[in-house]
């Protein structure tokens, strides 16, 4: 199969139920969508809509109950855990509410820390990770630690780390849930460029509407299903 051809994501039938207690919550109920590359989507619900469900299966956090999950082809569903771990480090990039920085390390420290785990040599990790830093425009904040860096930079630094592995997919979070209505637009702004300049796929998980204005479509669940799917105009 070419890649480069199929769609980033595609959702077939897709469900999650957990048992809690004597109660079976059914979290997705038979979600089928594709995403292409190059998509710019929003992924809209309630608490408890099975938004975060999806952005767990389809980020190779979770594994689904039934149904099937291909990324670029690939079927990740019946992948191994140690199948999932490697996916996961070299062709999804995740940004999160919370930055999940570590705050006595430096930005460029910070954004090395998947390709080390991924055994990149230290020179290449230093390279990439000052690349990294100076598109999202943290070019001058390389040394600085998470505590030195306002919230908007810190979630830069987390943006960065994301790309710093060229992955096929960034799973976004709520990522302006921790920001003022000013920063976070900057970090919408940033990205809507990766995405129009690079041609990055891009998928943002938010409760908010105003969020989700910035992406090309807009996916909404309830109750564990898609209850609408619409694109949003230029």
């Known amino acids: ?30 979600v089928s969508v594709s995403i ?21 299966l389809i980020g190779c956090l979770d594994q689904p109950t039934a149904g099937s999950i291909f990324l670029e082809g690939q079927d990740v569903a019946k992948m ?25 390390t430096s930005a460029l420290d910070n954004v090395s820390l998947p390709m080390l785990y991924a055994s990149v040599p230290k020179e290449e990790r230093e390279e990439r990770s000052r690349e990294a830093l100076t598109s999202v425009g943290l070019g001058s904040r390389l040394r600085h630690t998470p505590t030195e860096l306002s919230g908007g930079q810190q979630q830069r630094v987390a943006i960065a780390r994301a790309l710093v592995n060229r992955p096929s997919l960034i799973l976004a979070d709520e ?18 460029g990766l995405n129009e300049e690079r041609g990055i796929t891009i998928v943002i998980v938010t409760h908010e509407a105003d969020i989700a204005a910035w992406a090309r ?18």
């Open 1 to 30: 199969m070419d890649l480069l051809a199929a769609p980033v994501i595609e959702t077939r039938e897709l469900r999650k139920t957990y048992d809690i207690g004597s109660v079976q919550v059914h979290a997705l109920n038979g």
């Open 36 to 56: 292409d590359r190059g998509a710019f989507t929003a992924v809209m619900g309630a608490s408890g809509s099975g938004k975060s469900t999806f952005m767990n």
């Open 80 to 104: 191994t855990r140690d199948q999932l771990a490697e996916v996961r480090n070299k062709r999804i990039g995740f940004v999160f509410q919370g930055f999940n920085l570590l705050s006595r």
């Open 175 to 192: 990522p302006t849930g921790n920001l003022d209505s000013h920063s976070g637009k900057e970090i919408m702004e940033l990205f809507r």
């Open 217 to 234: 479509r807009v996916i909404t669940f309830r109750d564990g299903e898609i209850v609408d799917d619409k694109a949003v105009a230029a």
